[in-house]
């Protein structure tokens, strides 16, 4: 069962990116970037660090699937793992 919590930061991500959009649709490394410090509460410097870390082009794009494969298991990664689960991907 979802909690209030869950489904709020369902509702955030899906603002984000539309539920019916494919796994495989790339959109910009900023745009995660920026996306995942509202979610999570990552500051700046430590995001920057993480991409530097990962060798990730900001310039560059990834996949929903990606994005959330890759920070699921990093800073507040508990919140993005619930998104991975509830949409399925």
């Given at each position: 069962?979802?909690?209030?919590?869950?489904?709020?930061?369902?509702?955030?991500?899906?603002?984000?990116?539309?539920?019916?959009?494919?796994?495989?649709?790339?959109?910009?490394?900023?745009?995660?970037?920026?996306?995942h410090?509202?979610?999570?509460?990552?500051?700046?410097?430590?995001?920057?660090?993480?991409?530097?870390?990962?060798?990730?082009?900001?310039?560059?794009?990834?996949?929903?699937?990606?994005?959330?494969?890759?920070?699921?298991?990093?800073?507040?990664?508990d919140?993005?793992?619930?998104?991975?689960?509830?949409?399925?991907?």
């Amino acid at each position: 069962m979802k909690t209030e919590d869950s489904n709020k930061l369902i509702a955030e991500f899906l603002g984000y990116v539309p539920k019916e959009a494919p796994a495989n649709k790339e959109y910009p490394n900023k745009d995660w970037f920026t996306w995942h410090g509202l979610i999570t509460g990552s500051c700046e410097s430590g995001r920057l660090m993480f991409v530097k870390s990962k060798g990730i082009d900001l310039n560059g794009k990834m996949t929903t699937f990606e994005f959330l494969n890759l920070t699921k298991n990093e800073y507040n990664g508990d919140k993005i793992a619930m998104i991975l689960e509830d949409i399925k991907l």
